[in-house]
Nanobody, 122 residues
Framework: QVQLVESGGGLVQAGDSLRLSCAASGRAFSSYAMGWFRQAPGKEREFVSSISWRGRSTYYADSVKGRFTISRDNAKNTVYLQMNSLKAEDTAVYYC???????????????WGQGTQVTVSS
């Protein structure tokens, strides 16, 4: 069992930055790939970014490529999502998830956090 807790969300203006954190507890964090997904009001949850268990491979949705950076610190059991140049369309609840591979597909992830709200005002 893995427990995931996101933090770092908030209300910012367009162009600002935020860093989300996802702290994991339970079974060996470093054994899992990690992903970030988001769900905007009235929309389905979508892939944002993912990182392999060693952090050597990262993946991004086209909509965030060049603005967001995913990283992980296995010593701290934490994965991060640095979000720069935020846009109003980035407004969503952001979820972290852990799974066996750094997939873009939600079904690849077994454990999910409760989410953190990010609101970007234009």
């Amino acid at each position: 069992q893995v427990q995931l807790v996101e933090s770092g969300g908030g209300l910012v203006q367009a162009g600002d930055s935020l860093r989300l954190s996802c702290a994991a507890s339970g079974r060996a964090f470093s054994s899992y790939a990690m992903g970030w997904f988001r769900q905007a009001p009235g929309k389905e949850r979508e892939f944002v970014s993912s990182i392999s268990w060693r952090g050597r491979s990262t993946y991004y949705a086209d909509s965030v490529k060049g603005r967001f950076t995913i990283s992980r610190d296995n010593a701290k059991n934490t994965v991060y999502l640095q979000m720069n140049s935020l846009k109003a369309e980035d407004t969503a609840v952001y979820y972290c998830a852990s799974g066996g591979s750094a997939s873009t597909q939600q079904r690849a992830y077994t454990y999910w956090g409760q989410g953190t709200q990010v609101t970007v005002s234009s």
